[in-house]
């Protein structure tokens, strides 16, 4: 396999029953449709063994599939010693990624996000405005032309907790916990020993760190559907987020970051449609 443009983390807990289904679905879409070299890793966050046994098999049959056909593209499988969390599980499986890789990623394991959809944010990374932003992320916005399917408790619960968000660090996403996010490889590395977030909120740590860093962000809208099965439990997970994201802000606001170095290879384009995340402190 060539070096990967991107390496995608795929964390999985207990998803024996449709982690296979959404692995076969990611061989084929790229099977059939060109792209960049892609490396795929599913971390098994200390599954339960009936549900590692499934997961592991179906990476290794993604793999067999892509080596008979040759194609630059590459499953693998990484186990954690424990449950520690989705976020735990993203960063172990960046710290396995390929150290060239020019994008690091992530993609949930339930399937919400097409392999389809998927392909189309790796396309446009590859593309001029994927060229002049670091952050590409999808964002489940209803709109036209885009579907989104999800029930009415979880769309209330998502914008309370977008707002809560956005008054306490002023990052002007509409959807910060979208279950894809691609992020310049250069810019990421310097940020693992940093990040601490264990579940949830690793994508908010994360976003704030980079607005730091002063990257360019762009949220995409994308499809997107629940097929129910979320580990989520509806109120109480939701308190528990609203109260780490006070105790999230008040550990950034103690944090000090070195001084970014931007890659000289990556200059700013005053056309680009992203938007700056700026340098500010939160």
Same mark, same amino acid.
């Given at each position: 396999?060539?070096?990967?443009?991107?390496?995608?983390?795929? &964390?999985?807990?207990?998803?024996?029953?449709?982690? &296979?289904?959404?692995?076969?679905?990611?061989?084929?879409?790229?099977l !059939?449709?060109?792209? &960049?070299?892609?490396?795929?890793?599913?971390?098994?966050?200390?599954?339960?063994?009936?549900?590692?046994?499934?997961?592991r098999?179906?990476?290794?049959?993604?793999?067999?599939?892509?080596?008979a056909?040759?194609?630059?593209?590459?499953?693998t499988?990484?186990?954690?010693?424990?449950?520690?969390?989705?976020?735990?599980?993203?960063?172990?499986?960046?710290?396995?990624?390929?150290?060239?890789?020019?994008?690091?990623?992530?993609?949930?394991?339930?399937?919400?996000i097409?392999? !389809?959809?998927?392909?189309?944010?790796?396309?446009?990374?590859?593309?001029? %405005?994927?060229?002049?932003?670091?952050?590409?992320?999808?964002?489940?916005?209803?709109?036209?032309?885009?579907?989104v399917?999800?029930?009415?408790?979880?769309?209330?619960?998502g914008?309370?907790?977008?707002?809560? %968000?956005?008054?306490?660090?002023?990052?002007?996403?509409?959807?910060t916990?979208?279950?894809?996010?691609?992020?310049?490889?250069?810019?990421?590395?310097?940020?693992?020993?940093?990040?601490?977030?264990?579940?949830?909120?690793?994508?908010? !740590?994360?976003?704030?760190?980079?607005?730091?860093?002063?990257?360019?962000?762009?949220?995409?809208?994308?499809?997107? !559907?629940?097929?129910?099965?979320?580990?989520?439990?509806?109120?109480?997970?939701?308190?528990?987020?609203?109260?780490?994201?006070?105790?999230?802000?008040?550990?950034?606001e103690?944090?000090?970051?070195?001084?970014?170095t931007?890659?000289?290879?990556?200059?700013?384009?005053?056309?680009?449609?992203?938007?700056?995340?700026?340098?500010?402190r939160?």
């Amino acid at each position: 396999m060539d070096q990967p443009f991107i390496s995608v983390v795929i &964390p999985a807990y207990n998803e024996g029953q449709r982690l &296979p289904r959404f692995v076969g679905e990611l061989t084929r879409v790229f099977l !059939e449709r060109p792209s &960049p070299p892609v490396q795929f890793t599913v971390v098994d966050d200390g599954s339960a063994p009936e549900h590692s046994t499934l997961q592991r098999a179906c990476v290794e049959e993604a793999q067999g599939r892509l080596a008979a056909k040759g194609a630059p593209h590459r499953f693998t499988y990484v186990a954690a010693p424990r449950n520690q969390g989705k976020g735990s599980a993203i960063r172990l499986g960046w710290r396995s990624a390929p150290p060239g890789s020019t994008w690091l990623a992530f993609l949930d394991a339930d399937g919400a996000i097409s392999a !389809e959809e998927f392909h189309r944010l790796v396309e446009l990374a590859t593309s001029p %405005t994927g060229r002049d932003v670091d952050v590409i992320a999808g964002s489940r916005i209803l709109m036209a032309g885009r579907r989104v399917v999800r029930n009415l408790h979880r769309h209330l619960q998502g914008r309370i907790f977008a707002t809560l %968000t956005d008054s306490n660090f002023g990052l002007h996403f509409y959807d910060t916990q979208c279950g894809v996010k691609l992020i310049r490889g250069a810019l990421l590395r310097p940020l693992l020993d940093v990040l601490r977030e264990e579940r949830w909120l690793l994508d908010i !740590e994360l976003l704030v760190l980079l607005k730091r860093q002063g990257a360019r962000a762009l949220e995409v809208p994308i499809d997107w !559907e629940d097929f129910g099965g979320s580990k989520v439990i509806p109120g109480l997970d939701g308190l528990r987020m609203f109260w780490g994201l006070l105790q999230l802000r008040r550990r950034l606001e103690r944090l000090s970051l070195p001084a970014p170095t931007a890659p000289e290879s990556l200059p700013a384009s005053e056309s680009s449609p992203a938007g700056v995340m700026g340098s500010d402190r939160q």
